[in-house]
């Protein structure tokens, strides 16, 4: 008894590499009723983390307060994907260190951050925690804690308003949509990475997200100095459409 092979119409790889055809393929299936939307893995990745940023619960003094207002009804940060607040470093994405923090903290404060699963982001709010605040010249205050951790958005003001905390939360935000996920932020370090990261001893330490930070130019902090004006949005909106089409182009 003879048997046939089964043919499977599939698309070769020059083609499956050229835009256009992939562009007209997808355009002949939105014709006959089929929704298909076209992009690359990292930014659907991205796109559902940084809209799905879980915070560790950890606020030390008064900015804690202002945090949780940000949580409450009138400005309700669930509208962003924030409202997911966990009590376990291991479930969290993020620090948002709302407060001040003792030479007796630190070494706390430090172990739930390397508990923290990579990619992990720090968000420093308030000037206690950015330099120590009025409590900087104490024997017992750490004069900010980018000396312990990395700190990926700095919030500035005693307490800062909700509404800085909700722009200090979207420019996180950004940062997240832009990364590379593959091999950048979601990597295993190497040896030379782990040796850079310990290098500086004692509490100190870089991630993973720092090392494809700077892979990709995000070597500074972000700095939340005010809310943002008209021009500032359309600014970002042309920023965007160039990440966009040079994306595009990369994938040509």
């Not at 005693?158 to 590379?180: D, F, H, N, T």
């Amino acid at each position: 008894m003879e048997v046939r092979k089964p043919h499977i119409k599939s698309i070769p790889y020059d083609e499956f590499k050229d835009n256009k055809t992939l562009e007209n393929i997808a355009n002949e299936l939105n014709e006959g009723g089929v929704n298909v939307v076209l992009g690359s893995l990292d930014q659907a990745i991205n796109w559902g983390r940084s809209n799905s940023l879980w915070s560790l619960t950890f606020g030390t003094s008064c900015c804690g307060i202002e945090f949780m207002a940000v949580g409450c009804a009138r400005y309700d940060f669930s509208r962003f994907g924030f409202e997911v607040t966990r009590n376990s470093a291991r479930q969290a994405d993020l620090i948002m260190c709302a407060g001040t923090i003792t030479n007796k903290m630190a070494p706390v404060f430090k172990r739930l951050y390397d508990e923290m699963a990579e990619p992990k982001y720090v968000v420093a709010v308030g000037g206690c925690t950015i330099s120590g605040g009025p409590f900087k010249k104490s024997y017992n205050v750490v004069r900010g804690i980018d000396e312990l951790v990395p700190v990926d958005v700095y919030i500035p003001g005693c307490p800062p308003r909700p509404e800085a905390i909700l722009y200090g939360m979207m420019q996180l935000q950004r940062k997240v949509k832009v990364e590379k996920f593959f091999g950048g932020a979601n990597h295993k370090m190497t040896a030379e990475e782990k040796a850079e990261s310990m290098k500086l001893g004692g509490l100190h330490g870089l991630s993973n997200e720092n090392f494809s930070g700077e892979k990709i130019g995000n070597k500074k902090p972000i700095m939340v100095t005010g809310a943002p004006t008209k021009e500032q949005v359309e600014a970002l909106a042309e920023e965007l459409a160039q990440l966009n089409e040079s994306e595009q182009n990369v994938n040509k």
